[in-house]
């Protein structure tokens, strides 16, 4: 099984409004990564876990609050956001410290912010 | 920033071999060559990885130059379904987990 679930599929919200994404991988990775995708772009590397800990940040504003609460799970907590933050917001997983490193990717949450 | 250059877009005639190439002339001794692949609507997708000899896979086949500056990912019988956004991708073996994705290629594949 090779599969990494992101939840919602879609999801609309209002600048003032909190939402969160969440992300499950069972393949036993302990690495785990958010990415945003605009529009007709490559995906943009936001976060990464290692061993369940924030290893890189790559200068995300804190209005998207990432939390990795087990080796399996992943979730971007969104609050406040502005309408240019409207994308795909991937998710990936991957084995740590081989040299094989794959990384498998949901399908991703499509974010519209009005 | 990304580390490679790819065509823009490039059309294949369904069953032909598609042919993808890459430039990474900076690639340093100790980066693989990664190809990835989106399909519209969907997460990337891995194809195929290599250091400095050709790969092959149920999916497709990496060719790398000697000098190691530019590679070919070939898709041997191309489908409609192969239409699809292929990313080449230069990462370190060891070390950093992040994937810098450049443009792209947008392949075609026509009936």
């Known amino acids: 099984d090779t599969e990494v679930t992101q939840t919602p599929k879609h999801l609309v919200m209002g600048m003032t409004n909190k939402k969160s994404l969440k992300c499950e991988q069972h393949?036993?990775?302990?690495?785990m990564y958010w990415y945003k995708q605009k529009a007709k772009k490559p995906p943009e590397l936001m976060f990464v876990?290692?061993?369940?800990?924030?290893?890189i940040n790559e200068s995300v504003p804190s209005r998207f609050s990432p939390e990795c609460p087990n080796s399996s799970l992943l979730n971007l907590h969104l609050h406040a956001l502005q309408p240019e933050d409207s994308a795909l917001y991937l998710c990936?997983?991957?084995?740590?410290?081989?040299?094989?490193?794959?990384?498998?990717f949901g399908a991703g949450t499509r974010l519209s912010v009005l | 920033d990304a580390k490679t250059t790819q065509p823009t877009s490039m059309d294949c005639a369904e069953g032909r071999a598609a042919n993808l190439p890459c430039n990474h002339s900076?690639?340093?001794?100790?980066?693989?060559v990664y190809w990835y692949r989106q399909i519209h609507s969907q997460g990337p997708q891995y194809i195929i990885h290599?250091?400095?000899n050709n790969e092959t896979n149920e999916m497709a086949s990496l060719i790398i130059t000697e000098d190691r500056k530019s590679s070919t990912l070939i898709l041997p019988h191309a489908t409609l379904r192969d239409t699809a956004v292929y990313y080449c991708?230069?990462?370190?073996?060891?070390?950093?987990?992040?994937?810098?994705f450049g443009q792209g290629t947008r392949l075609t594949i026509n009936p």
């Open positions: 393949m036993g990775h302990r690495a």
């Open positions: 990936a997983s991957s084995q740590v410290g081989v040299a094989k490193n794959i990384q498998y």
């Open positions: 290599g250091l400095k």
């Open positions: 991708i230069v990462r370190p073996i060891q070390g950093a987990q992040k994937l810098v």
């Open positions: 900076t690639i340093s001794g100790n980066e693989y």
């Open positions: 876990y290692s061993y369940e800990k924030l290893s």
